[in-house]
């Protein structure tokens, strides 16, 4: 389906994947932030509700008279969305940005073999060797000096899994579905789950921190621009690229991550973590590149 798009179209799509990319590696600084203040999920909820009124508010004639199929999908994808920022935002309170930022990056290697798993797409040797070296280099990002693996690296890692599936989903769904409508259903799935969950897993929560104007700009920064902007420049780019394309660019989300963890939070990377970081990126390359050459568009 890709070659029956133009240079043009694709291009601006790889461009608004990019600007995604960046925009969710900035994002890793401020919910570290405001994970010490807010609970988790309570965030969450306040974070995709904005956003989902955001959409709603700018996208409703797209909303309407949707079919059966359009809305399932749409659910699909927000429950799938919902349980990988759950671990992804625990994660990112029980580890650092940067790490947080790295790990979740492995979606992109298991995406292959998810493929096999759902699609029949048997993963190839490169893919093989790429899980071998990403597991290398997660290991000498996450030890620390200590035996085993911290609790936030383990939630960050089933994250990884969540968003592998979520894109293989989206790949599959953009054929036939609107993707603005399939953006704003999962925000608003997204946003109902966590008000249910919030009460559940984080009790009661105190408003009056609201009150925090720095705060309450970094919600809203992550609703508008992390959650409403990001996720409908990634469903509608993967509409026009290939999942390899869509795969390979999103993973400069980990490198931005890192940047903007450094520069802003004032965190070090040390040799040991740098060469994790390098070996995860050059498994993301293997993975995702190599098998390309033998496989064709016609996947998409």
Not at 60 to 79: A, D
Not at 124 to 131: V, Y
Request: proline letters at 3%; hydrophobic letters at 55%; aromatic letters at 12%.
């Amino acid at each position: 389906m890709e070659t029956s798009y133009n240079r043009k179209t694709k291009g601006f799509a790889a461009a608004g994947l990019v600007l995604t990319t960046m925009i969710w590696g900035s994002a890793f600084v401020i919910m570290k932030n405001s994970v010490d203040v807010i609970p988790p999920t309570w965030l969450l909820a306040f974070r995709f509700t904005v956003a989902a009124a955001a959409l709603f508010a700018v996208f409703h004639k797209s909303c309407r008279r949707p079919s059966r199929e359009s809305v399932s999908c749409g659910i699909v994808l927000g429950i799938l969305l919902e349980l990988a920022y759950l671990f992804q935002t625990y994660g990112l309170k029980y580890t650092t940005a940067s790490k947080n930022a790295f790990i979740t990056t492995l979606y992109v290697v298991m995406v292959p073999f998810f493929h096999w798993l759902i699609n029949r797409k048997r993963p190839g040797t490169g893919n093989l060797l790429a899980a071998f070296i990403a597991v290398v280099g997660l290991a000498l990002l996450s030890l620390e000096g200590e035996i085993g693996v911290q609790l936030g690296d383990i939630l960050t890692l089933v994250c990884g899994v969540c968003f592998a599936l979520h894109l293989i989903m989206i790949d599959r769904y953009t054929e036939a579905v609107d993707p603005v409508f399939l953006t704003v259903v999962q925000i608003a799935v997204a946003a109902v789950l966590n008000w249910c969950l919030a009460p559940i897993l984080d009790g009661r929560f105190d408003f009056s921190v609201l009150a925090d104007q720095s705060l309450l700009g970094g919600i809203v920064y992550l609703a508008l621009f992390s959650t409403m902007l990001g996720f409908l420049l990634q469903n509608v780019g993967q509409k026009y690229l290939s999942a390899n394309t869509s795969s390979i660019l999103l993973s400069l989300e980990s490198v931005f991550g890192a940047l903007f963890s450094v520069i802003f939070l004032k965190e070090s990377l040390t040799g040991k973590m740098l060469i994790g970081c390098a070996l995860m990126f050059a498994a993301v390359l293997l993975s995702e590149l190599r098998p390309g050459r033998q496989r064709t568009e016609a996947e998409r």
